[in-house]
């Protein structure tokens, strides 16, 4: 079956401007959860949609925010995109299994370049 | 505060022979201990996931433990390929906090001929 599929692949915006990227997520999976990686900090949990609700936050600024649509599909968007949001931006999807043991599956992400 | 380290940052082997890498966390409670294999220029690739309670896991050649009294982890990996040229994660999932994951940095392996 198929992937985590993550569009575009490749971005490049201007300081100031705003950005949408966008998720699907494996047939099935109904959690959908965001992550930055920065060469400096490594991998960083944006935040995670079930259901078209937002569980779960990590410690990013307001300017980062999300949805998910009905079909499980998701969506984030950057605000005011300052240099420092150049990033590879992941996604990962899940079926969210009882017990904790919550395996993601990753997309292929999308490299943001903030000029 | 909940941290995961890993090391050695990067590594350089030749094919063929073993290595293990090292993570120590400090996350506490926790669901389960993961750990990924991420090629460059892709999204990370789940190896391992372990409860607490488990204390070895294998997928082929990759081999992780967990001691949980002292918070540390390792991947083992037996007979490198060039294709195991990448960066591996250790990844904790902190006690019913969903996919909200700490990872490590990551340890960087070079595999030569």
Redesign the interface.
């Known amino acids: 079956k198929a992937g985590v599929t993550q569009t575009p692949r490749y971005l490049i915006k201007t300081r100031g401007q705003q950005v949408t990227l966008s998720c699907s997520p494996i047939s099935g999976h109904r959690s959908v959860s965001w992550y930055q990686q920065t060469p400096g900090q490594g991998l960083q949990f944006l935040f995670e949609y079930f259901s078209e609700t937002q569980r779960n936050k990590g410690n990013f600024p307001g300017r980062f925010s999300g949805r998910q649509f009905s079909n499980s599909r998701s969506e984030m968007n950057v605000s005011t995109l300052e240099l420092g949001d150049s990033a590879l931006y992941l996604c990962a999807s899940s079926l969210n299994r009882a017990g904790g043991e919550t395996e993601a599956f990753f997309g292929q992400g999308t490299r943001l370049t903030v000029v | 505060k909940n941290q995961v380290e890993q090391s050695p940052q990067s590594l350089i082997i030749l094919e063929g022979k073993n290595c293990t890498l090292q993570c120590n966390y400090t996350v506490s409670p926790f669901?389960?201990l993961?750990w990924?294999k991420q090629d460059t220029?892709?999204?990370?690739?789940?190896l391992t996931?372990m409860?607490f309670s488990e204390n070895t896991k294998s997928n082929g050649r990759y081999t992780a433990t967990l001691d949980a009294d002292t918070k540390q982890s390792s991947l083992h990996i037996t007979a490198s390929q060039l294709s195991d040229s990448a960066s591996y994660?250790c990844?904790v999932?902190p006690?019913?906090?969903?996919?909200?994951?700490?990872?490590?940095?990551?340890t960087t392996l070079s595999v030569s001929s």
């Open positions: 669901s389960n993961r990924y220029g892709r999204g990370p690739v789940s996931i409860t994660i990844v999932s006690y019913q906090a969903g996919t909200a994951l700490i990872f490590g940095k990551g």
